[in-house]
T-cell receptor, first 114, second 112 residues
Framework: DQQVKQNSPSLSVQEGRISILNCDYTNSMFDYFLWYKKYPAEGPTFLISISSIKDKNEDGRFTVFLNKSAKHLSLHIVPSQPGDSAVYFCAASEGSGNTGKLIFGQGTTLQVKP | GAGVSQTPSNKVTEKGKYVELRCDPISGHTALYWYRQSLGQGPEFLIYFQGTGAADDSGLPNDRFFAVRPEGSVSTLKIQRTERGDSAVYLC??????????FGNGTRLTVT
């Protein structure tokens, strides 16, 4: 039973265009969501997060949108750069004082072409 | 060091053997987590330490898996009687308070 799903295994975009990565979840108790980025042979690195009391959080080129009624969140990267090519993981937490116990999606591999 | 350090980076062992994987968290981080990532999947939670004690070990798959953190810093994940299905990348992460997790580069375990 996959509680966090990233249905697109891969995405390819042209440099300078927008990248949109999607994530769906099933557990209505999730109250904190994060995106991690992973390069080959490295551990995931934190990118951006959003609390369930918000519907948008922006940090530079990265914006996360949360639609609680649809149990859906998305990560927008604009403009996309070749260095953004990596695997992106969506993750969720039930909080309960422990925001480090995360449930991850399967990941989406983003390729940004020069 | 500046980041979470995991050793070894790669470990190949035979089925049935015992292995230990080590994690050195960021200095001062009281919370330490172990995750396991199988091919094509996202990381899966195994165990969480707050200080020296295991606060949540609900993700450990069975009693062959055990982890310790005796002095509240370095942690060791121990796997007994390894099976081929244990092959995965084992990730360690640490955090301070409710800050996001900082992951190490992982140990790639291969059981032959």
């Amino acid at each position: 039973d996959q509680q966090v799903k990233q249905n697109s295994p891969s995405l390819s975009v042209q440099e300078g265009r927008i990248s949109i990565l999607n994530c769906d979840y099933t557990n209505s108790m999730f109250d904190y969501f994060l995106w991690y980025k992973k390069y080959p042979a490295e551990g995931p690195t934190f990118l951006i997060s959003i609390s369930s009391i918000k519907d948008k959080n922006e940090d530079g080129r990265f914006t996360v949108f949360l639609n609680k009624s649809a149990k859906h969140l998305s990560l927008h990267i604009v403009p996309s750069q070749p260095g953004d090519s990596a695997v992106y993981f969506c993750a969720a937490s039930e909080g309960s004082g422990n925001t480090g116990k995360l449930i991850f999606g399967q990941g989406t591999t983003l390729q940004v072409k020069p | 060091g500046a980041g979470v350090s995991q050793t070894p980076s790669n470990k190949v062992t035979e089925k049935g053997k015992y292995v230990e994987l080590r994690c050195d968290p960021i200095s001062g981080h009281t919370a330490l987590y172990w995750y396991r990532q199988s091919l094509g999947q996202g990381p899966e939670f195994l165990i969480y330490f707050q200080g020296t004690g295991a606060a949540d070990d609900s993700g450990l798959p069975n009693d062959r898996f055990f982890a310790v953190r005796p002095e509240g810093s370095v942690s060791t994940l121990k796997i007994q009687r390894t099976e081929r299905g244990d092959s995965a990348v084992y990730l360690c992460a640490s955090s301070s308070g409710n800050s996001p997790l900082h992951f190490g580069n992982g140990t790639r375990l291969t059981v032959t």
